[in-house]
């Protein structure tokens, strides 16, 4: 979603998105911000490159959450990593580069579950956020 707001704090701007989401929709959903300059670097700085460019189905999710993570718990997320999935944790932000499809990945089987007590996030695929990235750059 691509909106501007005369309220500049990032948090007062989440909390107003996700009450109206609430009530509009019946249920919460975790809402992140950030700014056109921190997306924009977000891109920039994502960790995996060109691995997996040979892959037909290779992909990369960024999760946004709201504060980054404990350098404990993103060494124990970024061990997670398989010959196929490299997950790496920059500010607060988990990019996670796929070779497969992600329905085929080995960690997608317990995602949905959230067995490593993941705090609440938003995932978007970056070529998505490539996309809003460009939208905002006109």
């Known amino acids: 979603m691509i909106f501007t707001s005369p309220t500049r704090t ?7 998105i996700a009450a109206f989401l ?5 249920y919460a959903m975790p809402t992140r911000i950030r700014s056109a300059a921190e997306l924009s670097a977000i891109i920039a700085a994502t960790p ?6 040979d892959q037909p189905h290779a992909s990369t999710q960024v999760t ?3 504060q980054m993570l404990s350098s404990e718990f993103t ?10 999935d490299l997950l790496t944790v920059k500010g607060r932000e988990l990019y ?8 085929e990945s ?19 695929n970056l070529r998505t956020l490539a996309k809003i990235a460009d939208r905002l750059d006109r």
């Open 10 to 16: 990032a948090a007062k701007q989440e909390t107003a």
């Open 22 to 26: 609430f009530k509009n929709l019946g």
């Open 48 to 53: 995996a490159g060109k691995r997996f460019a």
């Open 64 to 66: 946004f959450f709201d």
């Open 75 to 84: 060494t124990k997320i970024e061990a997670l990593s398989t010959p196929t």
């Open 96 to 103: 996670w580069r796929c070779a497969t499809n992600l329905s």
């Open 106 to 124: 080995p960690l997608w089987q317990n995602a949905r579950q959230n067995p490593h007590n993941l705090p609440q996030g938003t995932t978007r």
